[in-house]
């Protein structure tokens, strides 16, 4: 079971964050392109899909997707601080700064929609 001791290391807690906020990210890409396309087919298709988005469940999956693609931004940016600054007595803090940056960022989002 020796395999499993670093499971719990906050470092790679952010690691799997930032691999299934991308895995998620991208799941989310066709629906994007489908929203987008509504757009294109006329002014009564994006009516109608921007009141079925208006769904208080969708709401709250929108504020999900905003704080998963700040949990994917702030990965993204603590990878690639590790990789060319060589950071890595600071992996516990630049984990912390990443999640409060993701839950902070969704928070302001919150605010800003008024749900």
Same mark, same amino acid.
């Given at each position: ?14 690691? #799997?964050?930032?691999? &299934?906020? $991308?895995?998620?990210?991208? +799941?989310? /890409?066709?629906?994007?392109? =489908?929203?987008?396309? %509504? ?29 998963? #693609?700040?949990?994917? &931004?702030? $990965?993204?940016?603590?990878? +690639?601080? /590790?990789?060319?600054?060589? =950071?890595?007595?600071? %992996? ?24």
């Amino acid at each position: 079971m020796s395999h499993w001791r670093g499971r719990g290391h906050p470092a790679w807690i952010a690691f #799997l964050v930032h691999r &299934l906020s $991308g895995l998620a990210l991208a +799941l989310f /890409l066709p629906v994007h392109f =489908w929203a987008l396309g %509504q757009a294109i087919q006329g002014e009564a298709a994006l009516e109608g899909f921007l009141r079925w988005s208006n769904n208080p469940v969708l709401k709250v999956a929108e504020t999900v997707l905003v704080v998963l #693609l700040a949990a994917h &931004l702030a $990965g993204g940016l603590r990878v +690639l601080a /590790l990789e060319f600054l060589g =950071w890595r007595a600071q %992996q516990k803090t630049m984990v912390a700064a990443s999640a409060g940056f993701a839950f902070a960022t969704g928070l302001l989002f919150l605010l800003n929609t008024g749900a």
